[in-house]
């Protein structure tokens, strides 16, 4: 019996002439834009990724590897596999490397310089064409020695080198304007919930939420800072400390949303309500802030798009050499985790 032919054409059927014909230009336009060996309308590109993820269509990297000496493999380095922070990340990464032909090997350096540097080798011994550093513990020295041999974009650090692009966001800004947030609501008494005092996002956010405090005239108690880990269970140790001081304080702001959550998880066990009793604000607006209950306000770092600068970014060095990439600017979420604090209310904790 004659086989009937299917409805829709597989991925390895697709050809790069029929992306072309979708996106109605030519195949060596197509061919360009998989490359990246010579510059292409921004219209033009966005039709092009468009035909390739609708009709799923494949590149044959081994061709391409074979003539031009290119794995088409982009090297990956993350701290934490289970961090939603890293996942929303390699989510924006992967939407700008797929649709350009790059697949990701992916490793996790667990904030641990030595343990980065054996994930570094590892990467390279897969022959990437690049790779990139997401935060982490390596030295500035040390990844532009790195980019000397193979493209590096790295994020959470500001440094200049051959071959290296830097993605810093603005930190401080954020905590600053968080802080200032739970001022303009009222609060005089705001407790701060560190990371990690050896990273230097840790450090910015703490220089934000005291420069918030400096430039409202309001005096500084150091009682009222505890460092965690960037993990929930970090955050709720921290608040736990912080309630078993006795320092009074109406609002409580996270250095990010996982040390919020656990904050949040320790007032609530000790009958203190969010928003009623204390207000709370996290950092980075993970996707289970908006559904937290209640809704928490946070600083937007815009996550994925800092992905996708970050792909982008690793493209134009592969492609150009260098590149122009510009962070996200972070951005304050007013939800319903903060309220107004009237001039006679007392320190609730």
């Known amino acids: 019996m004659k086989r009937k032919k299917p409805l829709l054409s597989t991925s390895s059927e697709v050809t790069l002439g029929m992306v072309a014909a979708a996106s109605g230009v030519s195949p060596s336009t197509v061919s360009r834009v998989l490359s990246g060996s010579a510059q292409v309308s921004a219209d033009k590109t966005e ?10 269509f494949v590149p044959n990297t081994i061709a391409r590897a074979l003539a031009d000496g290119r794995t088409f ?15 929303l990340l390699l989510r924006g990464i992967e939407e700008v490397l797929t649709p350009a032909g790059y697949a990701l090997v992916v490793s996790s350096g667990h904030w641990q310089a030595e343990e980065e540097q054996r994930c570094i080798a590892s990467l390279r011994s897969r022959r990437v064409d690049g ?13 532009a020695a790195l ?8 994020t959470g650090r500001a440094l200049q080198a051959p071959g290296l692009h830097a993605l810093k966001t603005d930190d401080a800004a954020g905590a600053r304007a968080a802080t200032a947030h739970l001022i303009e609501r009222g609060h005089r008494r705001i407790a701060f919930i560190g990371g990690d005092a050896t990273h230097a996002d840790a450090k910015e956010r703490e220089a934000g939420y005291r420069a918030a405090l400096a430039e409202a005239g309001l005096g500084l108690d150091e009682a009222l800072i505890a460092n965690g880990d960037y993990l929930e269970a970090g955050g709720a140790a921290a608040m736990a400390r912080m309630l078993e001081r006795g320092t009074a304080f109406t609002a409580v702001f996270a250095a990010n949303d996982q040390m919020a959550a656990g904050a949040a998880r320790v007032l609530h066990s000790r009958g203190i309500r969010v928003p009623e009793d204390v207000s709370l604000v996290g950092y980075d607006d993970l996707l289970n802030t908006a559904h937290a209950s ?23 060095l592969l492609r150009h050499g260098s590149s122009s990439v510009q962070p996200p600017v972070p951005r304050l979420i007013v939800r319903e985790s903060t309220r107004r604090l009237h001039s006679d209310t007392a320190p609730a904790c």
Do not use: C, H, K
């Open 294 to 316: 209640p809704p928490r306000t946070t600083i937007d770092v815009q996550i994925a798009e800092l992905g996708r600068r970050a792909a982008a970014a690793m493209l134009d």
């Open 131 to 143: 790779i990139i550093v997401l935060t982490g513990g390596l030295d500035n020295a040390f990844l």
């Open 73 to 87: 493999n982009v090297g990956l380095l993350v701290q934490y596999f289970e961090s939603p922070f890293y996942a």
């Open 147 to 154: 980019a000397r041999e193979l493209p590096v974009v790295v």
């Open 47 to 56: 039709r092009v990724r468009q035909a390739i993820a609708a009709l799923g």
